[in-house]
């Protein structure tokens, strides 16, 4: 069983650059795709950004691409999401999830087999 523990959210203004972690621990997640995907309410979770633990291609969502980066310490077990050009619509809950298929290029929440709990991200105009 692998727990994923989410870390570095906050409130910030508009353009702010943040950074999310996410810290594994459990199971064999060595081989497991990590990603993130973000959640407003009343609308689906929606993917981000995506890679394997080993490293190899990292896959962004076309709402992300170019303002948000997706990196990996192996030593630490950590993955992290370097956000920057925050703006308004930005604002969720930013959820770290493990093991799920990429079809294309993104991925289904549905299919996501581990989440942390989830961390806030508001940003402010």
């Known amino acids: 069983q692998v727990q994923l523990v989410e870390s570095g959210g906050g409130l910030v203004q508009a353009g702010a650059t943040l950074r999310l972690s996410c810290a594994a621990s459990?199971?064999?997640?060595?081989?497991?795709?990590v990603g993130w995907f973000r959640q407003v309410p009343g609308k689906e979770r929606e993917f981000l950004a995506a890679s394997t633990w080993s490293g190899g291609r990292t896959y962004y969502a076309d709402s992300v691409r170019g303002r948000f980066t997706l990196s990996r310490d192996n030593a630490k077990n950590t993955v992290y999401l370097q956000m920057s050009g925050l703006k308004p619509e930005d604002t969720a809950v930013y959820y770290c999830?493990?093991?799920?298929?990429?079809?294309?290029?993104?991925?289904?929440?549905?299919?996501?087999?581990?989440w942390g709990q989830g961390t806030q991200v508001t940003v402010s105009s």
């Open positions: 999830a493990a093991q799920f298929p990429i079809w294309g290029s993104t991925a289904t929440a549905a299919q996501v087999s581990y």
């Open positions: 459990g199971g064999t997640y060595s081989s497991y795709t």
